[in-house]
């Protein structure tokens, strides 16, 4: 959901006030009065929304979110997807994300570790491998360490 505020509010508030008189009318072809008025709101909206920034570190997003269950992903990798020292991009990342890589990764593999039980089909072993970990024991620690409670005690209230 992307919400914004207008610079100019007395543009929306002439454009709404004249699809009310018409909708209240109902003059023959209001409906496509009404619907040419919207695109025009819409287009208002483009002009004065903020164009989006373009993140240096977006190819490194980009590969964090396509491998995130790789075992063997590290910061230094995700780094060079986006031609900057690994210092540097962790520097970038926590102040575009608010933590960092690394725990980033985390939240990453724990949100399909508890899409995978909401699903009732693999064993913990399995989702833990599924997800990224190469060790259950790991992967129950980081998993209690995010969500609170254990995988099994998730799963049971799950």
């Not at 619907?35 to 929304?49: M, S």
């Not at 593999?109 to 064993?123: C, D, R």
Request: contains cysteine; proline residues 4%.
């Amino acid at each position: 959901i992307i919400s914004f505020t207008p610079e100019n509010t007395e543009i929306f508030a002439r454009l709404f006030k004249r699809i009310l008189n018409l909708w209240q009318r109902k003059e023959t072809g209001y409906k496509y009065e009404c619907t040419a008025i919207l695109y025009e709101i819409f287009a208002e909206c483009h002009k004065q929304y903020p164009a989006p920034k373009t993140s240096k570190i977006q190819p490194s997003i980009d590969y964090i979110n396509e491998k995130y269950t790789s075992p063997d992903l590290t910061v230094k990798e995700i780094a060079d997807r986006s031609f900057i020292s690994e210092v540097y991009f962790r520097k970038l990342f926590k102040a575009e994300f608010g933590m960092s890589p690394q725990k980033y990764i985390i939240k990453l593999k724990i949100q399909k570790a508890v899409f995978l039980m909401s699903t009732g089909y693999y064993s913990l072993k399995e989702i833990s491998l599924m997800s990224g970990y190469t060790d259950y024991k790991y992967f129950s620690t980081e998993f209690k360490r995010e969500k609170g409670v254990s995988p099994s005690k998730f799963v049971y209230n799950f």
